[in-house]
């Protein structure tokens, strides 16, 4: 122990050494008096040194901190194959660790629970549920069959004085494995942190092999917890590396999910209370949360009426601990200092050092058979030769030595090193009862197994490294089952908080004052909106603002429209015409608006002072009215009523001008008809990597879809289903069919009835496109063979029968189309072993005059910045139209 001495200004000098003096007078010198002026200078230095390289960061070498380390050590001292209580563990490894019993105790519980080196026996807690283990008096442990083989082996352990120096500890165990990986390390020490990551037993045993096979391997975090992890940033476990991980949470029904996994990091308390908070938030909204964990993960979250489960799950994953950032730190000791490398160079390191330790364990082994060898030689050539008889006439010890060497040089030609007095001494110890049994058939057989051991050994040395894979692939056949892969990899799409979070308040506008927000009750309603929303504002002079929603924000008098704002929302386009200055010609212009700046005004108009909005209409899915303008009756104006059809205008960005109304004053203008959309259905993906639908061109294109339109789902259990195409869906793992739904076309079935044994073929249609339901029996044996949504599909059947041959099946003959809940004809009671699609029959579809409608890009035509020319009449007719206003 150090005193801390905190006297560094000079005179505390000169008072320390005047004390000393006095002291010294008094005690007549008997005591020293050391001074600890300056000593503080390298106490951080020291004590942070101690942290890192004897607590918190684990070695290269072994993947143990050093508490674990001697925890192993302590275990195997105390192993005789049955448990020990850990209290005495904890005990004994406390003549090794100069600490508390408290943090033996909790890095033994944590080793458990990783469920590789220790067998454990009493309750070691639950890492789903975050529960701790029971006192270290009521449970136990041993070593496990891994460890035994894998960590220890004394004739290749360097050791080292325990910290009192009374016992010998290991100053790096053995291990034949990249144990550091598999089990993962976390530690925060002074000035760094460490957090490696656990990675899968048979991954890392297959990534050593490809490594002593000179192939490249890639390595992923595996964790206990299971859960669904997005390693594309892991940067190989590198400092600035991320990766981010989710629950497994799938749709029970239609008001109830189920999370069966939880992400790496948190448990089921900390899972459930992250859910609460975000219910008492408002971010998403639940009705009744249930944990029913025990074995197995299972949190129900119920949902209220109305609300959606595809858009919960993701509001879960945006709100709540779902889903987790985690930034792995690769930190480890090697020689003594701290490194920062990656996962790979770790385990190629510790797959070399497991081949050295292999190479050394050969070369021991070796050693040890050539001195077998030898000692069997020469007690072959002792007793065969009945040397022992040349000693019966020596008197002293030093004759017997002699005598013996001298019987034994005419028979050592073939020794592989020189006869030793050692040889001799032991030569003097064999029992006579040994001699008058002694077999020289047995001893001969002895001698040659030895010999074929040692040729054995020698060729394993000789080709290393096929004995190191030999090694691993045996561990891999021993310990890997049971280990596989528990987290699922998968690419995470991006989302958008402000789309999925529950909208539980109201945006209100006071348009004479000019102010938005949500206090506001007592003024107009505007939507429902959430407090992460924005808000967009157009005002009556041209002017547009988005800010974000707040208690009561100033935006500016004569508001004339107000919405929540959709970030990149190319399909809202707004239709507007503005008087350019206080006497200028009015302007026509289609526009929408993405990418903006929060709070910052931009001017609508051409920017002269003066000027007005004088009609402006929202248009959700870019439709274009037709409107009617009236001018007022001046000078020489010919004709003052004329109809305008906005879909013949370009839809440009916000700060163009626009195409001229009128040079003249506009006295009225009036909403001829509704427009129709002037969008194109919407093209849409499915990307089966993250198993989403996008608009991005991202997977494979389910075709275009106009607002009635819904997709075709089927899975393995025989349940089918349509939906509306929403880009917040999530889909089932056991999906095998997603396509855009033909009402016209007939869904082609052939299933194993469970209750009465045999096969059948139907054919149906989706009468209630609404509703989910059941096609085939629901007998827990029954199961879907195969499904065709083609509208004359063959099939050709094999059967497992040998001298049953394979028919092909015509679906259109074989059975007439029938409601969804019939049972179908029969095919055939005889197992079948494999059902192919064949190419189907040709179909003519009726044909269908397609409508002519813009893109959803922005389409330019012959109206530039012409005059709409007054005397033409635009006759377009429309079903729908966005929010109108007329100013």
Partial sequence: MKDFGLNTMEEDNNENEHLEEHLNEDFGNQETITKVTGMYKDWFLDYASYVILERAVPGLKDGFKPVQRRIMHSMKDLDDGRYNKVANVVGHTMQYHPHGDASISDALVQLGQKELLIDMQGNWGNILTGDRAAAARYIEARLSKFALEVVFNP???????????????????PVKFPLLLAQGAEGIAVGLSTKILPHNFNELIDASIKHLKEKPFTLIPDFLTGGIADVSGY???????????????????????????????????????????ANEKGTIKIRQIEDNTAANVEILVHLPNGISPDKTIDALYAFTSCENPISPLCCVIDDNKPVFIGVSEILIRSTNHTVELLKLELEIQLNELDEQWHFASLERIFIENRIYRDIEDQGTWEGVIKAIDEGLKPHIKHLKRPITEEDIVRLT??????????????????????????????????????????????????????????????????????????????????????????????????????????????????????????????????????????????????????????????????????????DKEYDLTAGNKGSQVVYFTENPNGEAETITINLRAAGSVKKLKWDIDFSVLAIKGRSSRGNIVSKHTIKKIELKSEGVSTLKPRKIWFDETVQRLNADKRGELLGEFKPEDRLLIINQKGIIKTIKPELTTHFDSDMIVLEKWIPEKPISVIYYDGDKEKYFVKRFMIDNPNKEELFISEHPKSQLEIVATDFRPMAEILFSKRNLELISLNFEEFIAIKGIKAQGNQLTADKIKQVNMLEPLPYEPPVIADVEVNDEEIIDNNIDSSEVDPDSENDNLSDEAGQIKLF
Avoid at 269 to 274: A, E, G, K
């Fill in 429 to 598: 110890e064999i029992r006579i009862k040994k001699i008058s049994k002694f077999d020289i058939d047995k001893a001969k057989q002895f001698i040659e197994s030895l010999e074929e051991k040692i040729e054995e050994v020698k060729k394993h040395l000789a080709n290393i490294i096929e004995f190191a894979i030999d090694y691993f692939k045996n561990l891999k056949l021993k310990y890997g089952k049971g280990k596989e892969r528990l987290t699922e990899i998968r690419l995470f799409d991006d989302i958008i908080a402000t789309k999925v979070v529950m909208r539980n308040t109201k945006l209100y506008v006071n348009k004479e004052e000019g102010f938005v927000g949500t206090s506001l009750k007592k003024d107009e309603y505007v939507d429902d909106c959430a407090d992460i929303d924005d808000v967009i504002v157009f005002r009556g002079d041209g002017a547009m603002l988005v800010t974000k929603v707040d208690a009561k924000t100033f935006v500016g008098k004569d508001i004339i429209h107000v919405a929540v704002f959709k970030k990149n929302d190319i399909r809202t386009v707004y239709n507007m015409i503005y008087r350019d200055g206080k006497n200028g010609p009015s302007y026509i212009k289609r526009f929408n608006v993405t990418g903006i700046t929060r």
């Fill in 155 to 173: 004739k290749t352990t360097d050791w080292q004085s325990s910290y009192d120096g009374r016992k010998k500890e290991p100053i790096d165990l």
């Fill in 235 to 277: 940067h190989d476990g590198k400092r600035g590396g991320k990766i981010r991980v989710r629950a497994k949470i799938g749709q029970l029904d239609k008001k109830t999910l189920v999370i069966t996994e939880i992400p790496f990091g948190t448990t089921t308390s900390t899972l459930i209370d992250s859910i609460l908070k």
